[in-house]
């Protein structure tokens, strides 16, 4: 809650550091075994906290269809074990048939012709307009490219989807090398994305906060190390954040020691920085990598140690990355580039 | 049969005299009697014994993907663990899921049947017991080889579907998936054999008597399901050619970049993978419409209407498999029409839980263990049916599908549909095999140690996925707060194993235990007839039957059957005999000389299974030898089957006197031909989809920069197929009416052409130029046309083979069922030849 | 028409009648798919009334309906007292007869399911 209402108090812009978002994604292990449902309630991953419309809806569905498959499961274990129990002969044959009839054939007939009557309606997407923002978003193996407001002026990012409340939003997907799967529990339901196709999801956002959404369908070694941030932002601030994003982001740290490492290194082989002499699409964009809440599309909090530890080591986080190990180069330099990476902002 | 008489100095037997039918006795257990040797054994193809081999090795196929699951639940069981490795958790839940369907459920319901059917219907053993072992011997083989892959590290890794292109492409995926898709193909190729099998022997086996009305509801169940397996599993089968020629030779079926589209695969996997479903979960139903009429001590209510559910559900399962594609993108319109079918299939199905509820209800329950198995299962099973019909509703399915929900789903239908009523048969039917009771004790702890168990392990699961977990991951952040929610779900795997474990010690200390009286449950069907102390010869006589539970309604029934006073009593000829009936009304038309014990058999599983096996390794030349080996062992096989029999017909007791020889439609061979050609044709559909697939996803077809294989080339091919399949039949034609000469005149020209219309089938796509690793269109092309050849191929074999037999004096104009049974091989080929040269000769030329 | 009824009950029944009412659900099924997804595929688009799909469902309907019809006269031969569970021809005619029109039954439902989503989406998304 807290979150919800500094990022809605600061526009967004600097609510890295929010409560929520410090622990998605923190590594802890040997965690204490909690209770068994009341630990079930994260706010941040679930279709049963929705925070846009399309979710909303399919969590009314959900209760409407637990409560009645509650109700007819029930009914079910309670009608056998009054026909085991009860002595022969008490249903004849004709009545039997009977039973099958309507509790077996007519009563489910209506019942699920009512469900689908109702539910081909909650089937049609939005309509969208050519003035409502799209967002295109490509799974690679195992991050995001993001590119918002895509044409002239884009903003080019990875791993962090910003969308304003209120506003019908349109993704569009694409698979980068294998099918991913683009799911934000709170928002909307999942999207697969396929190589070859562009797959559209209509979203609309009510509440304003910071969301996590992951890759649902298996892409190889580390699709359970595959998720990302989302931030839904009030109109004002989003339009605000898009302007300020839009400049080249490296003026604040252009001197320092690390930018200098970052082209040795061959950094801009694969990745990009807006302003800078980087501007490869291979890998994920790095533009005002610094104002990201985790680093390695969602699994580790923004730290400078964490980011120097990955530039060395990506495979111990994420098995199977495409990124190439940095092993042989000194501590000092993955932290220079951390340090760099993490004043882009 | 009124052409036929008993030659003028028969005498019946006199089946009151005990003398008599301890003479016959002794002739049948001579016949019947099993190889011995310690090789020798291996060599049996009574199905009593194949039956018994396959269900214990697909149980134990069963025990290990089980122990697979204990340890992914065990990396599970808190956040954050490094219990296994990324890579050793996908090979886990892959190989968990594949052995789980394909080494287990399939397997075993095919199993269970080879034992059961032939029992159900009064007959000695299944049409073609050969052809049992067969599929055994090649189930071994190709379920040891994908499953050892484990203990090399070289499983394989893709998740049970396989999607490409995470697994055609050769630089993200490595063996693994060849050992999938090399090593299930072969046991998929299994599977339809002993659909064939299952199928003849349901509507050719049934004992005189037995109607279509009267046939017990499991032979109902198994003649649906393998008619399922029969359409359900040759689209996968194409898939397979299709990824093995992406993985193998780079042909760009599933690549994007080059025309392909990864979604086909979903296509054709589904339309397998859906009604495999059923397929699974038909059986046990099945196994239900028996025990659950004993326990009730009365038939069964609604008959008609369970023959309804089953056939009902058969077909709505082929309508469903894009519910497992909801989320990929396709027009809504699209998917909810799948929607629609996957809610109406709901129908059928609670018919068929009704009519249950409706026998106990109406019936004097006496209750037992398999009763006990049975209710608990369809209690589990109802909750995932109705998770079922809540994932069918696609909004709701955009949340939950590729997520723990699913996967709590999933487990409850095969745990609630598969596993249990297993168990339920397992203690049903152990006194039937064995000779003796399973403990009701064990049993009962046992049931309610996995009931339990499987709750508190799949139950949470349905909040873990909505909590967002997603399905294949191998670890999860602490944060999400579903901790504790797998914590219980590894316990209750455990706990499950745990009865899986009391299970076995039951059937282990059965051996200690005394023997129960025959039919311990007063049961009234045909297969209570087996006696604890059983002979190898299945049922002392075949019966006459009246009644769908002649035990109870007919008279000494019993006694009769073991007095031999019924049909075919002896084995006079020292051959192993059953009677064949019309598929109908169960008229007994002939007395069918089944297999003797072979190696045969084995032999030619090991030959086929080397094929596959060297082909994953790349061992291309052996494995073309192994082919050769194939096709030789199968020829040798073949060359004994539809003997001239010593005389055209013989007495079976009560003045009936049938042939021993039939060919053409009533015969079981061609029946057999008949089905195998069935799934060869949906296999080929398969492929021809995929034409038309790419047709609709490329707005150009054939696409710019590709020409076709041009006209000509094609229509050559087709008018050659057409002359190979017109002198075939006109061969049969010549041959029936006596003019032997000219039939082998009109063979060796079918040969000919058949030989012809090869080349020229590929001298189409040979000449235009085609390269099939360039794009999708030219890969399809040539597939259509290398898949239309090798038919041709095969005819051409077909055809030689027929001429030999003829030379040989094995085939004449009296006995002629090679010539019509290969006869009906090129109708098919017939089929696929017009289908095959007319799309790719004049689809695009129409289209222009 | 007791003539009719005489005849329609000499009609031959089989394995293969008994699916023809499934059947022609399995065709209406795929040509609901073909229908949708060629539309799609190459016109991006079909008609908010659309003529053929109204007609191949209706046809489909009638089919059934026959099937269903010549199963329930025939499903009512008299003869045999019940339970109708002899190995006569009449019995083994009259499962093959009710089995035949509950399939109908069955058949025409899903058809129905089947066709209503075109009542309720109308574009290719």
Not at chain 2, 51 to 79: D, E, H, N, S
Not at chain 2, 349 to 371: D, N
Not at chain 2, 814 to 839: C, G, P, S
Not at chain 3, 84 to 90: A, G, P, Y
Request: charged residues 15%.
């Amino acid at each position: 809650m807290d979150a919800d209402n500094r990022i809605r108090q600061e526009g967004g812009t600097t609510a890295r550091e929010a409560t929520i978002d410090a622990i998605i994604g923190r590594r802890v292990t040997g965690s204490v075994l909690p209770a068994l449902l009341l630990a079930a309630c994260n706010r941040h991953q679930s279709a049963l906290a929705p925070f846009g419309a399309e979710a909303a809806s399919t969590r009314t569905l959900t209760i409407v269809l637990l409560v009645a498959a509650v109700v007819i499961a029930a009914s079910m274990t309670l009608l056998m074990r009054h026909a085991i129990r009860t002595p022969g002969e008490r249903l004849t044959h004709d009545q039997g048939m009977k039973l099958v009839l309507w509790a077996g054939g007519v009563f489910p007939t209506i019942l699920l012709f009512a469900l689908l009557a109702a539910s081909l309606p909650l089937m049609r997407p939005a309509p969208v307009s050519p003035a409502d923002l799209r967002i295109k978003v490509e799974g690679e193996q195992f991050w995001w490219r993001v590119v918002t407001a895509p044409g002239p002026g884009q903003l080019v990012s990875a791993n962090e989807v910003r969308l304003p409340v209120g506003r019908t939003v349109a993704i569009d997907l694409a698979g980068g090398d294998v099918i991913h799967s683009f799911w934000i529990p709170g928002l909307a339901g999942k999207m697969d994305m396929i190589p070859g196709r562009i797959n559209t999801l209509v979203v609309r956002a009510d509440k304003p906060g910071r969301y996590r959404g992951v890759c649902t369908e298996f892409c190889g070694l580390s699709h359970a190390l595959m998720a990302f941030d989302v931030v839904a932002m009030e109109p004002a601030a989003f339009d605000g954040w898009m302007a300020g994003q839009r400049g080249a982001s490296a003026t604040a740290s252009a001197a320092a020691p690390g930018a200098a490492l970052f082209a040795r290194y061959g950094c801009g082989g694969c990745h990009a920085i807006r302003g800078t002499d980087a501007a490869s699409a291979i890998g994920p964009d790095l533009s005002r990598y610094g104002n990201r809440a985790t680093l390695a599309a969602g699994i580790l909090p923004m730290t400078t140690a964490n980011t120097a530890a990955f530039i060395r080591h990506p495979e111990a986080t994420k098995p199977g990355v495409r990124m190439p190990a940095f092993d042989h180069m000194p501590e000092a330099d993955a932290v220079a580039i951390a340090t760099y990476l993490q004043g882009l902002k | 049969m009124t052409d036929l008489a008993a030659p003028a100095d028969y005498v019946a037997p006199d089946q009151n005299d005990p003398a008599v039918r301890a003479v016959q006795e002794d002739r049948l257990r001579a016949v019947w009697q099993p190889p011995s040797g310690w090789f020798f054994r291996w060599t049996d193809v009574n199905n009593n014994r194949v039956g018994v081999w396959y269900t214990l090795t697909a149980f134990a196929f069963m025990l290990f993907a089980g122990v697979l699951a204990l340890i992914m639940r065990a990396q599970l069981a808190v956040p954050e663990n490094d219990l296994v490795t990324a890579n050793t958790f996908n090979q886990l839940f892959t190989l968990h899921g594949s052995t789980m369907m394909f080494l287990f459920a399939v397997p075993m319901f095919e199993a269970v049947s080879i034992i059961l059917l032939p029992q159900l219907l009064g007959a000695r053993d299944l049409p073609f017991p050969r052809l049992s072992a067969f599929g055994y011997w090649s189930f071994l083989i190709g379920g040891v080889f994908v499953t050892g892959s484990i203990f090399f590290n070289a499983a394989p890794d893709g998740g049970w579907f396989m999607y490409p292109p995470l697994t055609t492409r050769t630089d993200l995926s490595g063996l693994g998936a060849d050992i999938w898709m090399l090593g299930l193909s072969f046991i998929e190729v299994s599977s339809v054999a002993a659909a064939v099998e299952l199928i003849v022997g349901v509507l050719k086996c049934r004992p005189p008597g037995m109607r279509l009305n009267l046939m017990p509801l499991y032979a109902w169940y198994i003649l649906v399901v393998a008619v399922m397996i029969l359409f359900a599993f040759p689209p996968l089968i194409a898939g397979d050619v299709l990824f093995e020629m992406e993985r193998l030779l780079d042909w760009p079926f599933f690549d994007a970049a080059r025309g392909g589209d990864p979604l086909l695969w979903q296509h054709l996997f589904w339309i397998f993978g859906h009604p495999e479903v059923y397929i699974v979960f038909l059986p046990s139903i099945a196994l239900f419409a028996m025990l659950i009429p004993t326990f009730a001590q009365r038939h069964l209510l609604g008959y008609p209407w369970i023959v309804l559910a089953a056939v009902g559900t058969a077909f709505l399962s082929f309508g469903l498999w894009v519910h497992h594609m909801f989320a990929t993108g396709l027009p809504k319109i699209s998917l909810a029409f799948f929607s629609a079918a996957s809610e109406a299939v709901a129908i059928p199905t609670g018919i068929q839980v009704f009519a249950f509820i409706a026998t106990l209800w109406a019936g004097r329950v006496i209750w037992s263990t398999p009763l006990l198995y049975a209710v608990g299962s369809i209690a589990i099973f109802t909750i995932g049916g109705l998770t079922g019909v809540m994932v069918a509703i696609a909004p709701f399915d955009w949340q939950a599908h590729d997520t723990y929900f699913v996967v709590a789903h999933l487990h409850y239908v095969l745990i609630g549909g598969t596993l249990l009523p297993l168990f339920a048969g397992l203690y049903y039917y152990w006194p039937l095999v064995t000779g003796k009771k399973l403990s009701d004790r064990i049993g009962r702890t046992a049931f309610w140690v996995m009931f339990a168990g499987a709750n508190l392990a799949f139950f949470p699961m349905h909040l873990s996925g909505l909590e967002g977990m997603p399905r294949r991951v191998f670890t999860y952040p602490a944060e999400l707060g579903i901790g504790g929610l797998n914590m219980a779900s590894t316990l209750g795997g455990f706990l499950f194993a745990a009865g899986v474990l009391l299970v076995c010690i039951d059937m282990a200390l059965s051996p200690t235990r005394a023997k129960s009286p025959r039919n311990p449950w007063n049961a009234g069907t045909l297969e209570w007839l087996a006696h604890p102390d059983d002979e190898d010869w299945g049922i002392r006589s075949v019966p006459l039957v009246t009644s769908r539970y002649p035990i109870w309604d007919q008279p000494g029934f019993v006694d009769r059957v073991d007095q031999g006073r019924f049909f075919l009593p002896d084995a006079e000829e020292g051959r192993r005999e059953t009677i064949i009936t019309s598929v109908i009304d169960a008229r007994p038309i002939q007395v069918a000389r089944l297999g003797m014990p072979s190696v045969i058999p084995m032999i030619t599983a090991v030959a086929l299974g080397s094929v596959f096996i060297l082909t994953t390794y790349h061992l291309y030349w052996w494995a073309l030898a192994g082919a050769v080996a194939t096709l030789a062992a199968v020829l040798t096989w073949l060359w004994t089957t539809a003997e001239i029999p010593e005389k055209p017909c013989k007495p079976i007791g009560h003045g009936l006197v049938v042939p021993l020889y039939l060919s053409g439609p009533s015969a079981s061979g061609w029946w057999a031909m008949f089905i195998t050609m069935m799934a060869d044709a949906t296999a080929f559909s398969g492929l021809l989809f995929g034409y038309y697939f790419f047709w609709t996803v490329h707005p150009d077809w054939p696409p710019p920069g590709h020409a076709g294989p041009g006209r000509f080339w094609p229509l050559v091919a087709l008018a050659l197929t057409i002359a190979s399949w017109a002198a075939t039949v006109g061969a049969r034609e010549l041959n029936v009416r006596g003019a032997v000469a000219a039939a082998r005149v009109l063979l060796g020209v079918a040969l000919l052409a058949s030989l012809a219309s090869i080349a020229a089938g590929l001298a189409g796509p040979w000449t235009s130029g085609l390269v099939p690793s360039a794009h999708s269109y030219p890969a399809i092309v040539w597939t259509l046309a290398i898949w239309t050849t090798a038919h041709a191929g095969i005819a051409a074999i077909c055809q030689g083979y027929t001429l030999a037999r003829s030379l040989a004096g094995r085939m004449t104009p009296e006995y002629d069922a090679d010539l019509r049974n290969i006869t009906v091989f090129l109708h098919f080929l017939l089929a696929t030849a017009v289908a095959t040269y007319l799309t790719i000769g004049l689809f695009p030329e129409l289209r222009a | 028409m007791r003539r009719l009824v005489e005849r329609i009950r000499r009609l031959s029944v089989s394995l293969w009648t008994l699916i023809v009412p499934p059947t022609v659900w399995a065709g209406h099924f795929l040509f609901s798919y073909l229908w949708a997804a060629l539309n799609c595929a190459k016109a991006g688009r079909f008609a908010t009334f659309p003529t053929l799909y109204v007609a191949g469902t209706v046809l489909a309907l009638l089919l059934i309906a026959a099937a269903g019809a010549i199963a329930t006269v025939q499903a009512n031969t008299p003869g045999d007292p019940p339970p109708h569970e002899q190995s006569t021809d009449l019995d083994r005619l009259r499962f093959l007869a009710v089995a035949t029109q509950l399939l109908a039954v069955l058949s025409a439902i899903g058809v129905v399911f089947t066709a209503t989503p075109v009542a309720f989406l109308t574009d290719c998304r």
